[in-house]
């Protein structure tokens, strides 16, 4: 097989399924890394025209949405209606449906899994090439100045800041194992009970290169979702939208933030406050707690979807001062097309970070899980729906200084213009009016944002995926 048409990538896994790991080929020659760069430039100029990436699920993740360019300009309002027509419990067909049925349900569940949990952002956007604040208590806040003294600790933990920062770049390979447990419409609850059995398997590939460029490569049960940002654009591919930009600014993959990446981590709550205690499976940690600010909500809105808020939570421990739990969420207003209310969707993410050991002398988290939540209410009383999912990872692989990694190989599949990013001025200017918070939703909004500081989680992960 001819690996410079395959790309680095797919060269890369050959290697892995030979035995021969990035760890171990560390001895490769100049000439070799050549090849890489060329390989990527010929797989970087084979992809087709990118389009918006609109956050949270994915348009065509209901029934009956369209695929191409018609699904991106739906974005969300075709992903909403769908929603709006989903009755059956995730992972499971109804029993009338046949085959076939179950065939379509087991698709839409796997877009949804892989839409919602496949390659999410962090919430600002951050350099971990700048310095922390210097730690000072003269004239700063105590929340502050006590969220600066934690980070402190916490980057002394996972090896310190100098072994840090003389990593050019890493990678990690691990396991997945995704399933949608519980889906709630109009009072109606319908649980998943073979959960662990239904668990969809995966694999993913993660690369990271200073400053701020990625590329995760993500294949569970036949579908492959790819991300990557080349320090000036993030953009994802999916086998059913094709390829998108993001909007807003520049930001890190959440994936990385869960224990893989202590630097980044640390530089994305340089902003945090320290907002208190809360044990953690039986450990006492400190919370800090870090809010998108409104320039960068704007930036990340588009149309008739608006981001409203999107926190992210840090737990960190006392006993070891390393990251045990993230916990972001954010809410997005959605305009009708019609007139009628708006929908409010609030997507929550809680990832519990364990198994910390050393690589290479840097603390790495091998594995650990996630549970989203994605809660919809607006328009009548019972028509408010929520469905959970759940998400376990172990790590098979670190490298740090992989020789032959070069900018090239986070070339996005093809050119895109700073401009081309927005889809607004695709809508008809009768989509674009905006309407005020109802009344009788005033209270479900006002819950959301006090529950920021009262964190608080109920679910448990019981996939084991090693």
Known sequence: MDTKKQGFFSALREEVARGLSPARARRRSASNA??????????????????????????????????????????????????????????????????????????????????VMGAPLAPVHVCAAEPLPHLSIKDTPIETSSAQYILQQYLAASGGHRLLSSVRNAYAMGKVRMVATEFETGGRVVRNRMAAQRAEPGRFVLWQMAPEMWYIELAVSGSKVHAGCNGKLVWRHT????????????????????????????SMFAGARCIGERKVNGEDCF???????????????????????????????????????????????????????????????????????????????????????????????????????EEAWSIEEVAFNVPGLSMDCFIPPTDIKSGSVSETVELPQGEKSKVGLLPCHRAKVAALEKADDNVAWSGALQLDCK
């Open 239 to 266: 086998p059913w939208l094709g390829a998108h930009a993001a909007k807003g600014p520049v930001r890190p993959l959440r994936r990385a933030l869960q224990g893989l990446d202590p630097l980044t981590a640390a």
């Open 287 to 389: 919370i800090l707690k870090l809010c998108a600010d409104p320039e960068t909500l704007r930036a990340r809105s588009e149309g008739l979807a608006e981001i409203i808020r999107h926190v992210l939570f840090g737990y960190f421990s006392q006993k070891t001062g390393l990251l045990v739990h993230l916990e972001d969420s954010h809410l997005t207003r959605i305009q009708s097309t019609t007139g009628g209310d708006a929908v409010y969707w609030e997507t929550t993410i809680n990832s519990f970070i364990e198994d910390y050991r050393p690589v290479e002398g840097i603390m790495i988290a091998h594995s650990g899980r996630s549970a989203v939540t994605l809660f919809r209410f607006g328009e009548a009383a019972m028509s408010h729906t929520k469905t959970r999912m």
């Open 34 to 115: 050549a090849e890489v760069a060329a390989a990527l430039r010929v797989a970087g100029g084979a992809g087709e025209a990118l389009a918006p990436l609109m956050e949270g699920p994915d348009p065509e993740a209901a029934p009956g949405g369209a695929g191409g360019g018609g699904a991106r300009r739906e974005g969300w309002g075709q992903w909403v209606r769908g929603q709006l027509q989903l009755a059956r419990a995730p992972g499971a067909a109804g029993a009338g449906a046949g085959a076939d049925g179950a065939a379509a349900a087991r698709r839409n569940d796997l877009r949804l899994l892989l839409g």
